[in-house]
Antibody
């Protein structure tokens, strides 16, 4: 059974940093592109970032480019999202996604003073 | 403002057929496959269709997906109360060099 366990969310001050993690199991992790998708409270889905199987290519939404960095460790079956210079508008539930059939439970990031 | 357009809401009585449109452009729907997701209240999204019309595992055949040109559609026939959810389309966009989601359509069973 595919499992994606998102973690690392929390309350952070504007301008602060957080690192999200996603622990994957139940499938061959290095065979799949992975993504982060977020959902602000009461809003729709927003794609944030994607990474290819080897990690050689990464893609970002314009709203996070230059502030967020996606990475993966295939030896640990783990996906990461380093988030810097956080803003209030980054407040959302962040989902780790195995393209596109499996989603984590989400980890909540709240940016507020 | 999303690159993909969906109606904000759709509704029907039990047993009826409901169709949700997803309108894009040549840089997304027109040149890339469309995925559809269902999000039940308080839960993570679930993949319904990939590659425009390929039903994901476990999705009832009451659901169907299609694409023509720069528009895609999701149809639900034999509408059930369990189908009340938000539905999102998504596709890769060449101009953004990234994925885009539609704004979502809330389906209500009257």
């Amino acid at each position: 059974e595919v499992q994606l366990l998102d973690s690392g969310g929390g309350l952070v001050l504007p301008g602060g940093s957080l690192r999200l993690s996603c622990a994957a199991s139940g499938f061959i992790f290095n065979n799949y592109d992975m993504s982060w998708v977020r959902q602000a409270p009461g809003k729709g889905l927003e794609w944030v970032s994607s990474i290819t199987t080897s990690g050689s290519s990464t893609y970002y939404a314009a709203s996070v480019k230059g502030r967020f960095t996606i990475s993966r460790d295939n030896s640990k079956n783990a996906l990461y999202l380093q988030m810097n210079s956080l803003r209030a508008e980054d407040t959302a539930l962040y989902y780790c996604v195995k393209h596109w059939a499996s989603w984590g439970q989400g980890t909540l990031v709240t940016v507020s003073s | 403002q999303s690159m993909l357009t969906q109606p904000p809401s759709a509704s029907g009585t039990p047993g009826q057929r409901v169709t949700i449109s997803c309108s894009g452009s040549s840089s997304n729907v027109g040149s890339h496959s469309v995925n559809w997701f269902q999000q039940l209240p308080g839960t993570a999204p679930k993949l319904l269709f990939y590659g425009n019309d390929k039903r994901a595992s476990g999705v009832p055949d009451r659901f169907s997906g299609s694409k023509s040109g720069t528009s895609a559609s999701l149809a639900i026939s034999g509408l059930q109360s369990a189908d009340e959810a938000d539905y999102y389309c998504a596709a890769w966009d060449d101009s953004l060099n990234g994925h885009v989601f539609g704004p979502g359509t809330k389906v209500t069973v009257l």
